[in-house]
């Protein structure tokens, strides 16, 4: 099974992380990566995951909508940010990926 067959499969079963950190795995884990570091990078994948799965879903909590746009807007922001050094580092260009 290719990596896109294996993220379609998991999107189908509704296992979009799982299916985000194959596609991830297959794009930008270097192929001769060990076990450790595999697993490694999977938890720190599913942990950030995690983490703004728990802000969004704390933010649709509250009921101080000001605050939580502000928020939203600067976890919003900071992802933006990460993913031009990304590209940067990684030399993608814009529009690409």
Not at 8 to 27: D, F, K, P, S
Request: aromatic content about 8%; glycine content about 6%; overall charge negative.
């Amino acid at each position: 099974m290719t990596p896109q067959d294996e993220v379609a499969a998991l999107q189908n079963a509704g296992r979009l992380i799982e299916a985000a950190w194959v596609h991830y795995r297959a794009c930008d884990v270097h192929p001769m990566a060990s076990e450790e570091q595999l697993f490694e990078l999977r938890q720190c994948f599913f942990a950030g995951a995690h983490l703004i799965f728990e802000c969004i879903v704390e933010s649709a909590q509250r009921r101080d909508d000001q605050n939580e746009a502000v928020r939203m807007t600067l976890l919003g922001r900071e992802l933006h940010e990460y993913e031009k050094e990304y590209r940067l580092l990684h030399a993608i260009p814009a529009g690409v990926g």
